[in-house]
């Protein structure tokens, strides 16, 4: 039987990738759940969404630095939809701090949020997935300094350098399950998150990507609806990214090149 999934979690979806996120696997014929931290608001906001794709939608509040409590949050909405067949870790924060200034609080924090509380809601769904005996399908939204660092970012990127590989060791553990494990690594995304609420993308002058502007959470939100979808059922362990082009300009490469001067041989 041809894996369909039927149900989803997707964290941090009150705005964002994680908003477009929830609508595009709704789109694709799943219930969603959505957790939210501060924003309950942009959470309902979401689930009317899905509800206009014909599907069914619960919220839950989520605080990814309640550690472990943090997976309570998982088991429920789990069992508010009855299954869990895709879930998709998308909550994290950033900081900018430089390293001599980073003070460990702030390097705490970012670490609890995108990589402690990563683990333990992902391990809270595989678990879930497991023990119904059927596939499923697990993804993590992390980012294009996975794999290359950037000035100015050290607790962040050394966060998900760690989630990077959690998934990586996952995806060779949760195989024997049909549980397939995947990341999705985005470059510049105009979300809240980066300040651009409110800014076309499209409309965007970026000289340091390849593509030139920056990327739209639907952009992402495409690329994880493939992965946990059946056409994916053959694609684990691997790392996604959809940056624009960015990886390719090295680590210091996107946002902060301001002209073409690169292109000229």
Not at 59 to 66: G, N, Q
Not at 82 to 91: A, E, P, Q, T, Y
Request: a negative charge; glycine letters at 12%.
């Amino acid at each position: 039987m041809v894996f369909t999934p039927r149900t989803a979690i997707v964290t941090g979806s009150d705005s964002g990738i994680g908003k477009a996120t929830a609508v595009a696997l709704a789109a694709a014929g799943m219930d969603v759940g959505i957790t939210w931290h501060t924003d309950e608001a942009g959470a309902k906001d979401t689930a009317e969404e899905v509800r206009a794709q014909g599907r069914k939608s619960f919220t839950a509040r989520l605080d990814t630095t309640d550690l472990p409590g943090c997976g309570e949050a998982i088991d429920q909405l789990a069992a508010e939809l009855g299954g869990l067949d895709v879930f998709v870790n998308n909550s994290g924060t950033g900081d900018g701090k430089p390293f001599l200034d980073l003070d460990f609080a702030t390097w705490k924090q970012t670490l609890d949020t995108n990589l402690n509380g990563a683990f333990v809601c992902l391990q809270h769904a595989a678990k879930i997935m497991v023990d119904a005996g059927r596939e499923g399908r697990l993804i993590a939204v992390t980012s294009v300094h996975e794999t290359q660092p950037r000035v100015g970012s050290a607790a962040y990127t050394a966060s998900k350098h760690g989630l990077g590989g959690l998934m990586k060791v996952m995806a060779l553990e949760l195989g024997q399950y049909g549980i397939t494990v995947n990341s999705v690594a985005p470059g510049e995304i105009a979300t809240p998150m980066t300040d651009q609420t409110d800014e076309d993308p499209h409309q965007a002058s970026r000289p340091g990507i390849p593509l030139g502007r920056p990327g739209d959470a639907r952009e992402i939100a495409a690329v994880v609806a493939f992965l946990a979808s059946p056409a994916a059922s053959y694609v684990t362990g691997a790392s996604w990214p959809v940056d624009g082009g960015m990886l390719q300009m090295g680590p210091q490469g996107g946002s902060h090149i301001v002209s073409t001067d690169w292109l000229e041989a």
